[in-house]
């Protein structure tokens, strides 16, 4: 589901694996965490640090009517939003790993590690299961003079840096992925960061900027309205849920890129309470109730989980800070 252009992703991180499995299975000062044989006993709140509407909003908020049947309890979902989601992953190392605290878990959460110096690292969380791959696509104003992705590379191309380009936070995925398309087609754009994904659709929406660079299911119900257009998906072939919306591939730009979204757990979280989160959200993915309305919503899921989502994460975090480190991105490198 993940192909990345020309960008090579090169060798693994040497030890996080090995890290992040003993953060499961160990709580601090080494002794093993225990959970209450009638866990859940009240709800479990998933924190997303970004802001409501947004595409990781919009996952957790469709899990919510289905998953207490599997598991066991409600969901409470706290956004966070504001400051490239560092302070919600900040204010998450203050809580308890006791099995009813998570937190969304995106590429995001991984590129801004490698953006800037941060209080927090990918060993601090344990992933959990992935629920979502979203390719990224462009859209524009309904009244925007570009009617192709051709036109608006063209714009950017004559006019270095004029053409404006929102994206749901500075270092997150949708801007790096919109960096990576720079590089492909040789252009530059002026990104405009904002607070999540609904607040960077809503001002395209408002005509605040020229395009938008996002994933479903962010801009699907102002495509429906027909309040945005597509310019294209980065994906290898057409949307079955939007046919209409071209490839950047049939335009002439051989380039895919998108993002996953799922959930992660404290360190020291017990191995119990995240065998039964994953084992939840697994089987509610399968739900019919939930796939309606996932497709209603435009999401698509998409399923890793145990040690292969671990290595999953692993090869993405070396992945994207092989991009940043290549570009001279932020502040670390």
């Known amino acids: ?165 929102g994206n749901a936070g500075d270092g997150g995925g949708t801007h790096l992925i919109a960096l990576a398309f720079e590089d492909e087609a040789g252009v530059e754009f002026n990104h405009v960061p904002h607070d999540g994904g609904g607040p960077a659709v809503a001002a395209t929406v408002g005509g605040h900027v020229d395009a938008v660079s996002v994933g479903p299911p962010e801009g699907v119900s102002q495509l429906e309205a027909g309040d945005l257009r597509a310019l294209a998906v980065f994906s290898e072939e057409r949307l079955d849920s939007h046919p209409d919306i071209p490839t950047a591939k049939e335009q002439g730009i051989d380039f895919t890129l998108g993002q996953w979204r799922g959930i992660a757990a404290r360190a020291g979280t017990p191995q119990e309470a995240i065998d039964h989160v994953h084992d939840a959200f697994k089987a509610a993915m399968e739900d019919e109730t939930f796939l309606t309305l996932a497709e209603r919503a435009g999401i698509m899921p998409y399923y890793i989980g145990g040690d292969e989502f671990i290595r999953y994460v692993e090869e993405d975090y070396e992945f994207w800070g092989n991009l940043i480190r290549d570009r001279g991105l932020g502040e670390r490198y």
């Open 1 to 165: 589901m993940r192909t990345r252009g020309k960008l090579v992703a090169v060798g693994l991180i040497a030890g996080v694996l090995a890290l992040l499995l003993a953060g499961g299975a160990f709580a601090a000062g080494g002794a093993e965490p225990e959970v209450d044989p009638e866990y859940p006993t009240r709800e479990i709140e998933i924190m997303v640090p970004w802001g409501a509407g947004g595409a990781t909003d919009m996952v957790f908020r469709t899990f919510a009517s289905v998953i207490p049947e599997y598991l066991g309890t409600s969901i409470m979902i706290d956004n966070q939003p504001g400051g490239a989601a560092v302070p919600g992953y900040t204010e998450a190392l203050t809580r308890e790993a006791d099995g009813y605290y998570f937190v969304a878990w995106a590429t995001p959460s991984l590129t801004v590690q490698h953006m800037r110096e941060v209080p927090f690292s990918v060993d601090d969380f344990i992933p959990v299961i992935n629920l979502q791959f979203a390719p990224i696509w462009f859209l524009v104003p309904a009244d925007s003079p570009y009617e192709t992705l051709t036109d608006l590379v063209e714009a950017a191309r004559e006019n270095p840096g004029q053409v404006d380009l």
